[in-house]
């Protein structure tokens, strides 16, 4: 039973029973109700760079990938999220336009670590900040001086600090290693952005997070987008000692692998890099024992031009892969082929996303007094994904051609459909999703 987009009970359905007659029924036949999705890791290039993606297109694709929540990465808009203004203009670019329900995560960079109060206070959700640089010039990374200072205030406000985890090997002038071109060899750009990197990064902000938390200041720490495996034991180390730790991986690191990957398709090109089958196997192991919390897509859309198609010049593309819309079935596809049921996903897509960007009481779960938002899916259909089934703006992907399990074939977004069977329904009633409305 939905009343004013909430869950109000849960009770079994009798056909022919009187006490259902005052409500309107659907039936969806012996298809699955999941929660809604959740995905916190989302680059809505708007304003700024619509022409990238806004968020109309955005939210679309989202809902019909049965996504009922997002959370906005602060890159790579124009103004990117760092100050109050910028999180203003996001609002305005928002309203109107969202088919689903979108949060924001606020960019902390060295030019805005003193007034980052500000924009905690405005209702971002955390904060992401760059170990490395991040291809936005507006957006240069922090150095661990400044992740200090940074944590230590996000430890007052209890929310995230949210970290792209690589980091370049120090090299004295006098000694810095020869390097090849990379040209259109994936191989090569696979090499040139090693596990060493996001180990290292990782090594250092726990070490970090750790010597505030002596101190006393409690630190939330997220690695987004884990790549590399090796760094698996280091967080489940920093979790065993503690520490409040947490990590994401996306679905071209659960489901593509470097082996199958050609040379000059710039498609495939994101940063930390899809590795191998063996690197593939590990980070599932890592999802299955809980180091990695949860899936997300880092959806991170461009135009064809920025994407080097025609040349095939791997060293100079953009990186970014576009999947918003398809998240759900690969990692279904995935899981299911290694034994996971669907529940498993549902927690590494919904629930546990939900609880870590403060969602937790009231999105990822279908239970009285949770938002009803929740999706209508076929867990055994089989298809081919194809462009045309594309909602988001650019129609690119690796994903197009690939045989996948698990269709979403309605969303409800707090109650009312958003989707249907490759419809988008309705008008766009997404709302904003801000940290003083949920705490
Ligand atoms: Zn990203």
Sequence with gaps: MVGSGIIREIRSYHLDSDESQDAVVHDFGYKIIIPGLVD???????????????????????????????????????????????????????????????????????????????????????????????????????????????????????????????????????????????????????????????????????????????????????????SSSDALSLIREGKDTGLCISAETCPHYLHLFSEAIPDGNCIFKCCPPIRDSENREHLWNGLAEGTIDFIVSDHSPSPPELKQLESGDLENAWGGISSLQFGLPLSWTEAKNRGFGLSKVVEWMSINPAKFCGLGKRKGRLAPSFDADFVVFDEHAEYVIEEQNILYRHKLSPYIGSRVTGMVEKTFLRGNLVYSNGEIIGSPRGQTLMNQNFS
């Design 40 to 226: 916190t890791h989302v680059h809505i290039n708007e304003p700024g760079r619509t022409h990238w993606e806004g968020f109309h297109y955005a939210t679309r694709a989202a809902a019909a990938g049965g996504i009922t929540s997002l959370v906005d990465m602060p890159l790579n808009s124009s103004p990117v999220t760092t100050n109050v203004a910028a999180l203003e203009a996001k609002l305005r670019s928002f309203k109107g336009n969202g088919w689903v329900d979108c949060g924001f995560w606020g960019g902390a960079i060295p030019q805005n670590i003193d007034d980052l109060d500000d924009l905690l206070d405005a209702g971002v959700l955390g904060l992401k900040a760059f170990t490395i640089e991040s291809g936005i010039d507006e957006f240069p990374e922090v150095n661990a001086a400044h992740l200090k200072q940074v944590m230590r205030k996000l430890g007052k406000y209890k929310l995230p600090l949210l970290v792209h985890a690589e980091l370049r090997d120090s090299y004295t002038e006098h000694n810095v290693p020869e390097t090849k071109p990379i040209g259109k060899s994936y191989s090569r750009f696979l090499a040139s952005r090693p596990k060493r990197w996001e180990n290292n990064a990782i090594k250092l902000l726990i070490a970090l997070a750790s010597s505030n938390n002596d101190e006393g200041i409690f630190t939330k720490l997220h690695i987004v987008h884990l």
